[in-house]
């Protein structure tokens, strides 16, 4: 049964930084698309970051410059390095895999993702 749980977040001030870990069991990120998603109250899920199973990413424009998202294959673990935190980044913040071990098109699809976590709250103060 596959499992992911994400970790790392936290309430921080603008200008602040956070990583987020998204550890997997019962699947191999090393094979596979993921991504991380993020949902603000009452408003839809969007895309935030993904990696391809080749080590190709795409960011929203929202967060380009400002986060870095990574995997360390041997921890099994999917990372979310946020930077320079604003406001508009508060949000749930999720990690999922793509369907199959694939990247849909548009990256940024949610709902061709499966296998999602819990999630883990971001909270930016201004």
């Known amino acids: 049964q596959v499992q992911m749980v994400e970790s790392g977040g936290g309430s921080v001030q603008a200008g602040g930084s956070l990583r987020l870990s998204c550890a997997a069991s019962?699947?191999?990120?090393?094979?596979?698309?993921m991504g991380w998603f993020r949902q603000a109250p009452g408003k839809e899920r969007e895309g935030v970051a993904r990696?391809?199973?080749?080590?190709?990413?795409n960011y929203d424009d929202s967060v380009k410059g400002r986060f870095t998202i990574s995997q360390d294959n041997a921890k099994n673990t999917l990372y979310l390095q946020m930077n320079s935190l604003k406001p508009e980044d508060t949000a749930m913040y999720y990690c999922?895999?793509?369907?199959?071990?694939?990247?849909?098109?548009?990256?940024?699809?949610?709902?061709?993702?499966?296998?999602w976590g819990q999630g883990t709250q971001v909270t930016v103060s201004s």
């Open positions: 990696i391809d199973s080749d080590g190709s990413t």
């Open positions: 999922a895999a793509g369907r199959g071990g694939y990247c849909p098109k548009p990256w940024w699809a949610w709902w061709a993702y499966n296998n």
């Open positions: 019962g699947y191999t990120y090393s094979s596979s698309c």
